[in-house]
């Protein structure tokens, strides 16, 4: 069997024993999405998002690109963040990056990759605003660690940054902006305790009256 196939069948098995464990489930999946959270994380393979926070399908709104970025010119990412906000009225909406992280990996490198680097050089913008505590970091993994950290703060700021999360707040929507990161060696999430959920909480710069 090819490993198409495999997938085929694996979904096959997966649909019947949902349905018999739970005969309503797809008819409420058909219906309508009700999820209360939007996750933006890292494309990597090894990050299920429902699976590691226990959502079921439809809790959980999700856009998912390398390095779990946020950037003003992504269409694709606002378009996401747009409709989970103005459509679903999501009330959460999380920026969850983790340890190990390829994209974060390839920032820190000069090695040139292509197209990727355009990307990359998000990364690296953070990597230069805080070098400083970086280079002060001696363990690279300690200080490749600490830039996804420092990474996730960035996104959830451009997140707050938008006009969609302000238009949010203008109009009194309750919404509030997280910035978690998961470790691939013990499958926790960390807090990092970075919450907005006021224009109040941004620099005076970046908020639309």
């Not at 990597?44 to 999700?62: C, H, K, M, Q, T």
């Not at 990727?116 to 913008?125: S, Y």
């Not at 997140?159 to 990161?181: K, M, N, P, Y």
Request: aromatic share 8%; with cysteine.
């Amino acid at each position: 069997m090819s490993l198409l196939d495999e997938c085929f069948a694996a979904n096959r098995r997966w649909a019947k024993t949902t349905a018999e464990k739970d005969p309503e489930f797809f008819r409420r999946l058909e219906a309508l999405q009700n999820p209360d959270l939007l996750w933006i994380g890292c494309s990597d393979s090894r990050l299920p998002p429902n699976e590691i926070i226990g959502r079921a399908p439809g809790e959980l709104f999700v856009h998912r690109n390398v390095a779990n970025l946020v950037e003003h010119t992504d269409v694709n990412c606002l378009s996401v963040l747009q409709y989970g906000i103005d459509v679903l009225q999501v009330k959460h909406v999380i920026v969850c990056g983790h340890y190990g992280c390829g994209g974060v990996r390839a920032a820190m490198s000069t090695q040139p990759l292509g197209l990727i680097d355009n990307w990359l050089r998000h990364i690296r913008d953070v990597l230069l605003w805080n070098r400083d505590e970086l280079n002060a970091i001696e363990d690279p993994t300690a200080r490749m660690n600490r830039l996804a950290e420092l990474n996730v703060i960035a996104q959830v700021a451009n997140v707050c940054h938008t006009t969609i999360v302000q238009d949010a707040w203008r109009r009194g929507q309750a919404l509030t902006v997280h910035g978690w990161i998961y470790s691939l060696a013990d499958g926790l999430i960390r807090d990092l305790g970075f919450v907005i959920e006021s224009p109040d909480q941004i620099p005076p710069e970046y908020r639309l009256y």
